[in-house]
């Protein structure tokens, strides 16, 4: 196995479900088709709108691109390997395929901790919002964020591609770095070091984002004006915040040490909850909760209606 273009990765997190499989495949391409549906509808809305090309709306924008990006490393693969009757893919896929989950990752924290400082200067230093915020300083956060999570992601699977091989089993439905680095035949610290690095970075981050709205709480409770922009903007950013981070940590924990046998179906759904919740949940509770993105997308969809009259 030590050639890598011949290596074949039996994917065995779906061997419980294959008396269901064609209940599983109609539900998640549903799943994956309305993921697609409102993460677009929001993204369009925002770029049409030149009224919504606001600092918080375009990171928003943002964190929905990345939303798709994480998703078509995820659905596609899923719904081909419950559509046969074997799960394998290759090593290049799965390596492609970690590559864009742990850009995902990273993105999304970096995302969120970037609408957490827009935030803090909007709520804590209003008189200086915009000339903290400028147009320049948005466009460099995005490419901060985004080259950021493409070099951790290229840098840990350059690190898996220098492991040989011993096993070519993976206990879950997609492709993980622990879980190919558990295969490996040889030392794998710097691997392990690495990840826990990684793991730090973000918990710095979460740390970050939670000192921010220490501060933001603090502003807000002096005004109704501050209250009603922390719960327009804050309380959907901190929703997306925790079910993000409670979901990555319960996947990693349990992939180092939790029991394998026990709770397949709610460890199987755990493992993806970070891939599949956060794309549906992050444009909903912005586009529900926003009061201007509602009333464009419903400008946009009337718009439409009357065209096609």
Known sequence: MENSTKILFVLQGLNEFKSSKQAYFAVIHIVYLFTILVNLTLIVTIILEKT???????FLCNLCVNGLWGASAF??????????DLSVTSYEACLGQIFVLYSYIPCEFTTLTVMAYDRYVAICKPLNYHSIITPQKVVKLLLFTWLLSIYISAFAVVLIARLPLCGFKIEKIYCTIWAVVKLSCVDTTIN?????ILSVFHLLQVVLIMISY???????????????????????????????????????MYARYG????LHALRTFMSVEYLLVPPILNPLIYGL????????????????????K
């Not at 909760?289 to 464009?296: A, D, G, S, T, V």
């Open 52 to 58: 919504l090309h606001e600092p918080m709306l375009i």
């Open 259 to 262: 029991p394998t046998d026990r």
């Open 289 to 308: 909760k926003l009061n201007q993105i509602r009333q464009r997308i419903f400008r946009i969809c009337s718009r439409k209606r009357h065209s096609l």
């Open 214 to 252: 220490i501060n933001i709480v603090k502003a807000a409770v002096r005004s109704q004006e501050e209250r009603n922009k922390f719960m327009q903007t804050c309380l959907p950013h901190l929703i997306a915040l925790i079910n993000f981070t409670v979901s990555v940590i319960f996947d990693i």
């Open 75 to 84: 659905y596609p693969k899923i719904l081909v390997d419950l559509s046969s």
């Open 192 to 196: 392990n070091v690495y990840g826990f």
